[in-house]
């Protein structure tokens, strides 16, 4: 069985894009990445869209955006696992690909969610949770990662100006990526002394909602070479769930989905942890990052904290992350998110990164993870 | 590459069922197909789930599914494509066995649309046309394939009462079928003097809002044969996309997506119209199986209606169609409807389908349709 490989990237501005339908923002990153792969439309076999539906005043997505691509009478259709709907529209591809139904595939991650007012978006996002026992007794989006939160601060004595610290380090790298919705750095001070959400949660804790696509040009592996010389090949893939009830967790301190998902694909790649010079993970709240530190191997458990504190993941550590801003200064259009993720690992292993350059990225990793912990999907990346 | 064969199938009853959560309707589904395949779930490498998210309370439904299976810490995500959404999760499972991620896979259909009045069900759907430049003149469903419809009586001469008696042939099955929403027969004369919709439509035109789940459980062919002595095959897949506005298609009286998916579908089985013993096809409309007599190449352009008037789709007639009572008298809760054909139809290659079986059924096809037809899934089964 042949690799299949990443050979077109486009990724759009994220932010409150008032100016563009979810159509239009799907065909500019469509555009880039089929420009940077250099093919035609008339080439793509098929495209998988990425998004959560319930966002837009326009059902079925897919139809909409193939119409809008120009890609009728090609097959299309949706994938949704919540905020990791762009990798589960990754993973369907390369299935696509492997399976030898396709060669090449578009995979779209699309989300405009500012169509929705903010009370709105909140009521949505809490039914994300399990609403027949939990959220029908107020559980919120936030709520949900601060009791992670507070349960690792109970637990291993992280502190809030370890959490500030991520926040702190995505706007930093925020600051020098020209997609992000926010391009400002920010002082430890600042996020500690901004507004409360849910305690220990202040509002820079938090990643903010955000319109935004992004496109990857998916190719089995003779195609792949053909069409590119700078190929990046997606060789590990894993995919786990944990019980949406938050009730029914063997533990609040981890995401056993993730944990699992990350086995699966270092196993599948071949690779492990301290292989991995680059990853994109799901920073929707800052303890998020810290839980996919320890659950991905970066560091033991507990030291998540610690490991920020120590700059362990700023580029010349041991293992930068989110060094395109994350989900928190980037942005986080719920459905794009994890091709967004895809697009950045895909720039660093080919060098592209400008001055957020990781030196020697040779492999790479996306974490992403959906709900409130229930999906999480890793992806493995190589260069070569 | 080796086969991919359905080893399980599982269908619960349609139609209001106030008497269950949609995870509760999907673990009915499951609990038979499994008990059907003889496995247990330790067995299962992952689920996909096809569903339309937005008629539910509880969002990212794979999730809370998945808990209710009992099957975390395996992977599970949602495909939607409209009304077409279980086609398109069977189409994901075969990529996911034929990719060699995963040997067994679970494909759950389920919806439970009667949590929302009708008014509401009618908004979700009309914004399954294209929002922008359609659907904001107020086009409805019904109104869409009225359209077709008056076209197809324009240019081919097609009568209401060709149309009237689709409904009367699959209230007759429907009438032996026991998960059917309706089991009563009606006559031609009932159907044309039923309450107008959107001309030139009545109420027995259309099929009904429905909740209800189905289950099919897959696997590699290795697999397969370990498994179960009477494995069906899915050995062509199809999938087309035509344009989501009406206003761009080439025609009205054809379904390109399904012209292009069936003829994908029919060369990647070996086989053609004729070989076709037994189909399930998406009679949404009297109009839509009319067209799918012909787009499948039942019969010559334009006389379907007089296929019908024939009896051509009876059993015992050229190609028996949706003898299952199809979405007319089963019911269509959408999400589901894919799989659901897809249990027909094995039970048919099997032999199991008591007073509705199809003599010497051992080829069998599905014609799945999204929307007003900017998606269609074409799969072909055998038996052997």
Request: hydrophobic share 40%; glycine share 10%.
């Amino acid at each position: 069985m042949g690799r299949v490989g990443i050979v077109g990237i486009g990724h759009g501005r994220f932010g409150r894009r008032s100016d563009a339908s979810v159509q239009e923002l799907a065909f500019d990153a469509f555009r880039d990445a089929m420009a940077d792969a250099g093919l035609a439309r008339e080439v793509l076999d098929a495209s998988v869209i990425g998004a959560v539906p319930e966002y837009h005043k326009q059902r079925s997505l897919a139809g909409v955006i193939q119409e809008y691509l120009g890609l009728n009478l090609k097959p299309t259709w949706l994938t949704e696992a919540a905020c990791a709907s762009g990798s589960a529209a990754i993973r369907t591809a390369w299935m696509a690909i492997q399976s030898g139904l396709h060669q090449v595939v578009a995979v779209v991650g699309c989300q405009k969610m500012t169509e929705l007012s903010t009370p709105e978006i909140l009521a949505l996002m809490g039914r994300v949770g399990e609403v027949q026992w939990e959220s029908i007794f107020g559980t919120t989006f936030p709520g949900y990662y601060a009791m992670l939160a507070r349960a690792h601060m109970h637990e291993y004595g992280t502190t809030k100006e370890q959490l500030a610290s991520v926040a702190v380090k995505n706007h930093f790298y925020g600051a020098m990526n020209k997609h992000a919705m926010f391009q400002k750095e920010i002082t430890i001070q600042k996020a500690l002394s901004s507004a409360p959400v849910a305690s220990p949660f202040q509002v820079f804790d938090c990643c903010a909602n955000a319109d935004g696509a992004a496109c990857v040009i998916m190719a089995a592996e003779d195609r792949a070479k053909q069409i590119s010389d700078k190929v990046v090949w997606l060789d590990g893939l894993g995919s786990a769930t944990t019980t949406m009830s938050v009730i029914r967790r063997p533990t609040l301190t981890s995401l056993p989905s993730a944990v699992e998902a990350s086995r699966q694909a270092y196993k599948m790649a071949g690779v492990g942890p301290d292989d991995i010079k680059v990853a994109d993970v799901h920073d929707c709240f800052t303890i998020a990052e810290i839980l996919a530190y320890e659950d991905l191997g970066f560091c033991e458990k507990g030291q998540g904290g610690k490991f920020i504190e120590e700059k362990q993941s700023y580029i010349g550590g041991k293992h930068p992350v989110n060094v395109d801003g994350g989900l928190k200064a980037k942005g986080h259009p719920i459905g794009t998110t994890g091709v967004s993720m895809t697009v950045e690992i895909v720039k660093q292993l080919r060098g592209e990164a400008d001055k957020r350059q990781v030196p020697e990225a040779d492999v790479g990793l996306t974490h992403n993870v959906g709900g409130n912990g229930q999906y999480c999907f890793v992806h493995v990346f190589k260069r070569e």
